[in-house]
């Protein structure tokens, strides 16, 4: 599976649109990028998944370009309980079922 | 609140001792997954069940490691002979078959082993 790069930790401020960046340039025909989510002392949870162009749902949008090698999670108006660990996968839709994660990026959302 | 629950939430215990983590899937759902997440890092797969059958297993599951699911229904993750290096989060996901791999896991809270 394509490996994911992005970056380790952002800051933001409630009210603000996040945009966290994601590459994965070794992305293959059948793989689908995914979002988790994980708060301190819970498991991760599903954000949202794309395949291409822009994927919104009412917690976030996804954003993947034609080339696929990079996709931005978008969060708007975060506030305070957005402050998380947000993780960037490339799942394949055949075979391997198993969720490779990275070391996620630590979002910390202040007043 | 996912629905898929695990028992314990903290253990604690010293070396050398078998410790047995219990994981309620939701209940519809055929597939169950063991990680670990260890400070600061993503959670690492360990193994992975469709209804009873094992069908995955990491390299990071040791020969002291093993996880059942007797009815397709709950799991149990036993490590035996604990270590230090141990010491982790213990997290189950669960899912139930889709048309394409991608399928939602839905986490549990995780049990926090810490091994003195």
């Known amino acids: 599976l394509a490996k994911t790069t992005q970056p380790i930790s952002m800051d933001s401020y409630e009210g603000q649109e996040v945009n966290i960046t994601c590459s994965h340039n070794n992305i293959a025909t059948n793989d689908y990028i995914t979002w988790y989510q994980q708060f301190p002392s819970q498991g991760p949870r599903f954000i949202i998944q794309?395949?291409?162009t822009k994927v919104t749902n009412e917690v976030a949008s996804l954003f993947i370009p034609a080339d696929r090698k990079s996709s931005t999670l978008s969060l708007p108006r975060v506030s305070l309980s957005d402050t998380a660990v947000y993780y960037c996968l490339v799942q394949r839709d055949t075979g391997r079922r198993a969720l490779t994660f990275g070391s996620g990026t630590r979002l910390q959302v202040q007043p | 609140d996912t629905g898929v629950s695990q028992d314990p939430r903290h253990k604690i215990t010293k070396r050398g001792q078998n410790v047995t983590f219990r994981c309620d899937p939701i209940?519809?759902?055929?597939?169950l997954y063991w990680y670990r997440q260890t400070l600061g890092q993503g959670p690492e797969f360990l193994t992975y069940f469709q209804n009873e059958a094992q069908l995955e297993k990491s390299r990071l599951l040791s020969d002291r490691f093993s996880a059942e699911r007797p009815k397709g229904s709950f799991s149990t993750l036993e490590i035996q002979r604990t270590e230090q290096g141990d010491s982790a989060m213990y997290l189950c996901?669960?899912?139930?078959?889709?048309?394409?791999?991608?399928?939602?896991?839905?986490f549990g809270p995780g049990t926090r082993l810490t091994v003195l």
């Open positions: 794309g395949y291409k």
């Open positions: 996901a669960s899912s139930v078959t889709g048309e394409r791999a991608t399928d939602t896991q839905y």
């Open positions: 209940s519809e759902h055929n597939r």
